[in-house]
Every structure is written in structure tokens, then in C-alpha cells.
T-cell receptor
Framework: AQSVTQLDSQVPVFEEAPVELRCNYS??????LFWYVQYPNQGLQLLLK??????LVKGINGFEAEFNKSQTSFHLRKPSVHISDTAEYFC??????????????FGQGTTLQVKP | DAGVTQSPTHLIKTRGQQVTLRCSPK?????VSWYQQALGQGPQFIFQ???????QRGNFPDRFSGHQFPNYSSELNVNALLLGDSALYLC???FGQGPGNTIYFGEGSWLTVV
């Protein structure tokens, strides 16, 4: 079975500072990895995804994430945050097992609080 | 281009009642999935529909059922509602099946069971 652990439930940071949101996963098969953002009272929006190739993935809004297979991690980073980045961030995996047709397994979420 | 649309946005039901939630996928998408997101938690996969058939199911009881129509829209039905069913129900759509497809989410239907 697969699982996703987001290591921080809340991350407070000042505007224009860098931020890293940590994600570790567990799986007996290869996985694809995703980060989604959820603004208050909205659905989820895809920030970026890793399927294969370069382990550094760039996404929307200046976010990037690095896949580390040996550490089974997929941490999300942004060099300089804005107030508008305040939201809930979810890491998710989708395994490459034969019976998976696209099911996503999500972590518990990390609340990013950007302070002025 | 309309994204994933869901209705209703909010509803309140009494324990033991039944509820139906509706979803229209993003234009061009043929696969619909449903997720339950309890307060303060990550979304949990309920099931996926493709070609009007349930293709994959998460760990949810049979009280949760669904349907996909020929126009790819979908319904989620929950019978015998429990207080614990109170959550945000998210519909998601994609083109085709597969773990790497980009999945688009709607804004959800907030269900409160009293």
C-alpha cells in the first residue's frame, strides 16, 4: 500500500522569504508524484507533477520540487513567497501498479501562512 | 472553457437520509473520480468512472455509489447518511485513465449531516 506523509502541518514564513514544504512517500512500486494547492473555499489546483526524467520539476507560480528516489521524498520549494501563496498544499502519489487507473493518494496537507 | 462544475455547492441533510451530488467534467474529459475531504484532512479517493463503469474503488462502504452518464457527467449517491459523512466532496476529471494523467478538480460540494 502507498502512503504520503507531509512532515509539517503548518509553515509560517515572512513575505519574500524562501520556503520548503516537505513530503515523503512510501510505496512498494514506482509512483508518479504531484503537488496540489487549495485556496480557501476552492478546489485543488495542480502545481506540478513528476512522471520521469529530470528530478527537478518546475511548476506554476514559481514553485519547483525535487524528486529524491533514495530518500523517497518530493519536497516543494519557492525562493520568494508572496502573501497570495497563503493556502493549503497537498502532496499526492499515484502508483504504477497494474490495477491503478489514476487514483491519487494524498497527504494530510501543509498550511502555508505568509506574513507581511 | 468551463472547468469541472459541481452542484449543489452546499447542502444540509439529516442522519439516515440520502443525498445525490452532481458533476460535469471539464470539456473533452471522459473520466470522472470522486474524493471525500474531511475537515483538516487530505482528499480520499472514493471511486472512478470511465465509459459509464466503475473502474476503481477506494475503501468506502457500499452506501457510496455512483453513476456516469453518456455525456460523461456523473453523480455520487450516499445512502443512510451518518454524521461522519459530513465533508467536502470533490469531483475530478481527466482525459482517459492512467496514473500520470493531469486531473482537474471542481470546487466541491459541502455536505453537512445533522
Amino acid at each position: 500500500a502507498q502512503s504520503v506523509t507531509q512532515l509539517d502541518s503548518q509553515v509560517p514564513v515572512f513575505e519574500e522569504a524562501p520556503v520548503e514544504l516537505r513530503c515523503n512517500y512510501s510505496s512498494s512500486v514506482s509512483v508518479y508524484l504531484f503537488w496540489y494547492v487549495q485556496y480557501p473555499n476552492q478546489g485543488l489546483q495542480l502545481l506540478l507533477k513528476y512522471l520521469s526524467g529530470s528530478t527537478l520539476v518546475k511548476g506554476i507560480n514559481g514553485f519547483e520540487a525535487e524528486f529524491n528516489k533514495s530518500q523517497t521524498s518530493f519536497h516543494l520549494r519557492k525562493p520568494s513567497v508572496h502573501i497570495s501563496d497563503t493556502a493549503e498544499y497537498f502532496c499526492a502519489v499515484s502508483d504504477l501498479g497494474s490495477i491503478n487507473t489514476g487514483k491519487l493518494i494524498f497527504g494530510q496537507g501543509t498550511t502555508l501562512q505568509v506574513k507581511p | 472553457d468551463a472547468g469541472v462544475t459541481q452542484s449543489p455547492t452546499h447542502l444540509i441533510k439529516t442522519r439516515g437520509q440520502q443525498v445525490t451530488l452532481r458533476c460535469s467534467p471539464k470539456s473533452g474529459h471522459d473520466t470522472v473520480s470522486w474524493y471525500q475531504q474531511a475537515l483538516g484532512q487530505g482528499p480520499q479517493f472514493i471511486f472512478q468512472y470511465y465509459e459509464e463503469e466503475e473502474r476503481q474503488r477506494g475503501n468506502f462502504p457500499d452506501r457510496f455509489s455512483g453513476h456516469q452518464f453518456p455525456n460523461y457527467s456523473s453523480e455520487l449517491n450516499v445512502n443512510a447518511l451518518l454524521l461522519g459523512d459530513s465533508a467536502l466532496y470533490l469531483c475530478a476529471s481527466s482525459f482517459g485513465q492512467g496514473p500520470g494523467n493531469t486531473i482537474y478538480f471542481g470546487e466541491g460540494s459541502w455536505l453537512t449531516v445533522v
